[in-house]
């Protein structure tokens, strides 16, 4: 069978996609490395978020102010970390968040169904688009990045 299961809340296979990724990147030793995402508190995040939660990683989301997880589903994510040894966190300044990362991700400014959106996302999002400016703020200037979009 082929599933996608992605929905406004949720892409489960796009974070399943990123664990594969990041065991074969990593040989397994995923517990405690950080993820920063960085962008729209959407879809995307939220899984990647569940997926740090349950492989033993800590989340970072940086996200311009309006564009939050949906506090229902903050909630929801939230209560996964609370049982792992894992921390889910929020910081607002992409170099501050992203100064800790061992891996950032970042997705489109306007998904599917956003379009009209475009040109509004684009002014919003640029202080939250992965570039040397931003990069030169991690831990990763001296280390490979792996940095996926």
């Known amino acids: 069978p082929i599933i996608n299961a992605l929905t406004d809340d949720y892409h489960p296979c796009q974070a399943l996609a990123l664990a594969q990724t990041l065991n074969e ?6 517990k405690g490395k950080t993820i920063v995402f960085v962008g729209d508190g959407n879809n995307v995040a939220v899984s990647i978020a569940i997926m740090a ?4 990683m800590n989340f970072c989301l940086s996200h311009p102010e309006g ?3 949906k ?4 909630a929801k994510v939230e209560s996964v970390f609370e049982s792992r040894e894992s921390s889910f966190s929020i910081e607002k300044d992409p170099q ?3 100064s800790q990362a061992n891996l950032i991700y970042a997705d489109v400014w306007a998904s599917m169904g956003q379009e009209d959106e475009t040109e509004e996302r684009a002014k919003v999002f640029t202080p939250y688009q992965i570039n040397q400016k931003l990069l ?3 831990i990763l200037h001296n280390e490979t990045a792996y ?3």
């Not at 990147?25 to 995923?30: I, S």
């Not at 939660?53 to 033993?56: D, E, N, P, S, T």
């Not at 506090?71 to 903050?74: D, G, L, M």
Request: proline share 4%; hydrophobic share 45%.
């Open 25 to 30: 990147h990593w040989n397994e030793q995923l």
């Open 53 to 56: 939660a349950h492989l033993g």
């Open 67 to 69: 564009y939050a997880i």
């Open 71 to 74: 506090p229902e589903i903050q």
């Open 96 to 98: 501050k968040a992203v």
């Open 136 to 138: 030169a703020h991690t």
């Open 147 to 149: 940095i996926y979009f």
